[in-house]
């Protein structure tokens, strides 16, 4: 008998346990809100780690296509003080340990690999009901319904699936990201790309900073980081992007010109992302016919870990599930066992990071990991 196995959400999570189930001559349907692959952006660029993102692409038997899609260089990484002074210097060694992509680059490589309508577009999910023996009922906006026999989580932060597995609510951290891009920088912005490198820069003091990716084009992609409450946030009104972006400039009166022309001559409206989490050490007691997978399982403070874990946990589902034909359950346990802990380990590590990047020690905490980490972990 085959099990009907519905995902949620074709982000790389939902779209890498396609594709592993795929490889393993198992079907699957992934149902995604947005109307198409080109709805909105995917975000910037990510380190695709070897242990997990780089074990998940092989899993799913597209080393080459990753490889193809590697921003060569960008590993390095620099520390400056707010007066572009340079605190840390550490050069892409060559070894794609930690090599970067787009994570729009990615994503397309995972659609064109799956089977054509595995991915059903412009289905957004408004309920979810039990209908027992491990089944479910889903509703979609435009009122249609689906049932699986294997419902998947894959649908982030905000996820419609887990409120069948925990009530835990998603809170605010208190830290906030602010999104800009500059195009075109060697020849637009000479002095600024000359202080972000090649790689990732990072301007850091308590409570707030600046960083920086230099992306495939010449393109500087900054998340301005700032430690204020949702209320400060929310006060300021995004859909006016020169009032905006002058009261974020504010916060960086004084730093040097080139790290603060990161925010000032952005060339995109500048977008809040407030950053949330899920409490540490996030876990469910088995329910028949329904599990999570990354940030709907453990959503965590950004620390380079969140989209390679989300491709481990696709990746690690979708070899479960093989390795237990007939018995779904038996499948889920096994994922959920390994899961749990590996997620709490992520998440302590993410919770410090932030720590090291905003807290009373920034930067010279996070300088200090660097010295003391592989050079292949400083990216």
Known sequence: ?????????????????????????????????????????????????????????????LTDEFRAIIHEGAEAVRVLDPQGVLLHDDPDDGTDSRPEVLRGDLRQILLDSLPEG??????????????????????????????????????????????????????????????????????RHPATAAVVGVGAMYALTPGKGITAHREAGDILHTYVQLNRSAEWIADIDFTDAAAATARVAAE??????????????????????????????????????????GDAAHLMPPSGDGANLAMFDGAELAMAIAAHPGDIEAALTAYEAALFPRSESFYADAVEILDLCLGDRAPFGLIELFDSAPAEEHA
């Not at 004084?254 to 996030?282: D, F, K, Y």
């Open 252 to 293: 960086f009166d004084g730093w040097a010109p080139e790290l603060t022309a990161l925010i000032t001559e952005g060339e995109s409206a500048p977008v809040a992302r407030m950053i949330h989490t899920l409490p540490g050490g996030h876990h469910w007691d088995r329910i028949p016919g329904v599990t999570l997978l």
């Open 118 to 187: 595995t991915v059903r577009w412009g289905h957004k999910v408004t309920a979810v009901r039990p209908l027992g023996d491990g089944r479910h009922e889903l509703t979609f906006a435009d009122g249609s319904t689906v049932t699986s026999d294997l419902l998947v989580g894959a649908d982030g932060a905000w996820s419609k699936v887990r409120p069948l597995l925990s009530d835990a609510e998603v809170v605010y951290t208190g830290t906030t990201f602010i999104e800009t891009y500059l195009y075109d920088v060697d020849n």
């Open 1 to 61: 008998m085959t099990t009907d196995i519905t995902i949620i959400g074709a982000g790389l999570g939902g779209l890498t346990l396609a594709r592993v189930l795929h490889v393993h001559g198992i079907p699957a349907t992934i149902y995604e809100a947005d109307a198409s692959a080109a709805a909105r952006t995917q975000g910037g660029q990510l380190d695709i780690h070897k242990e997990d993102g780089q074990f998940a692409l092989a899993a799913a038997g």
